[in-house]
């Protein structure tokens, strides 16, 4: 059974801090990761995708990825009172559907 | 581009009634996804189409669940005799992907459909 697994958290930093979120998973064929931002009683924004080894960067979000140790984290720089949500990882395979982790809240205090 | 679009964004219902969703993908995407989320959980697969064709369902989709996407634009999803256990959040998403060997592979969720069960 394809797992994602996440910290529940919550993760506090205080703002202007890194805040580092963290995602693993168990399906060695899994070829695309995706954070997704959810606000309470909202659904889920999606704000970063990668799908090679490495970092990519888009204003204060990097996603990194390593396939070797299935693992792909979410960094925010510059952390803000507003950032403060749940972050669900997201999985795929090829020929497979999403699998998402059960998020972990993250909480910036000002 | 108007994203995705659902209605009702809640609904309340009693037990043992029936109840129907629908879900408007963003206009260009060929495929629409539908998930349920309860508190705390991410959100689970519950099936997704391709144009008009259903092409996976996951084993969470019990009998009392179907879902259609007759035209290949909006699509809806009921649910016969509620039970309380129905009451969740239910998600639909939609992407535009060519092929499996694509990289874009990026769903976008629409606001969803809260469903109480009474």
């Known amino acids: 059974q394809k797992e994602v697994e996440q910290n529940s958290g919550p993760l506090s930093v205080p703002e202007g801090a890194i805040a580092s979120l963290n995602c693993t998973y168990s399906?060695?064929?899994?070829?695309?990761f995706f954070w997704y931002r959810q606000y309470s009683g909202k659904s889920p924004e999606l704000i970063m995708f990668?799908?090679?080894?490495g970092d990519k960067e888009d204003g204060r979000f990097t996603a990194q990825l390593n396939k070797a140790s299935q693992y792909v984290s979410l960094l925010i720089r510059d952390s803000q009172p507003s950032d403060s949500a749940t972050y669900l990882c997201?999985?795929?395979?090829?020929?497979?559907?999403?699998?998402f982790g059960k998020g972990t809240m993250l909480l910036v205090s000002p | 581009d108007t994203g995705v679009s659902q209605d009702p964004r809640h609904k309340i219902t009693k037990r043992g009634q029936n109840v129907t969703f629908r879900c408007d993908p963003i206009?260009?995407?060929?495929?629409l996804y539908w998930y349920r989320q309860t508190l705390g959980q991410g959100p689970e697969f519950l099936t997704y189409f391709q144009n008009e064709a259903q092409l996976e369902k996951s084993r969470l989709l019990s009998d009392r669940f179907s879902a259609e996407r007759p035209k290949g634009s909006f699509s809806t999803l009921e649910i016969q005799r509620t039970e309380q256990g129905d009451s969740a959040m239910y998600l639909c998403?939609?992407?535009?992907?060519?092929?499996?060997?694509?990289?874009?592979?990026?769903?976008?969720f629409g606001p969803g459909t809260r469903l109480t069960v009474t």
């Open positions: 990668i799908y090679s080894n």
């Open positions: 206009s260009e995407h060929n495929r």
């Open positions: 998403a939609s992407s535009q992907i060519w092929t499996e060997d694509s990289e874009s592979y990026e769903q976008y």
């Open positions: 997201a999985v795929k395979a090829r020929y497979s559907t999403l699998t």
């Open positions: 399906d060695r064929g899994s070829q695309s």
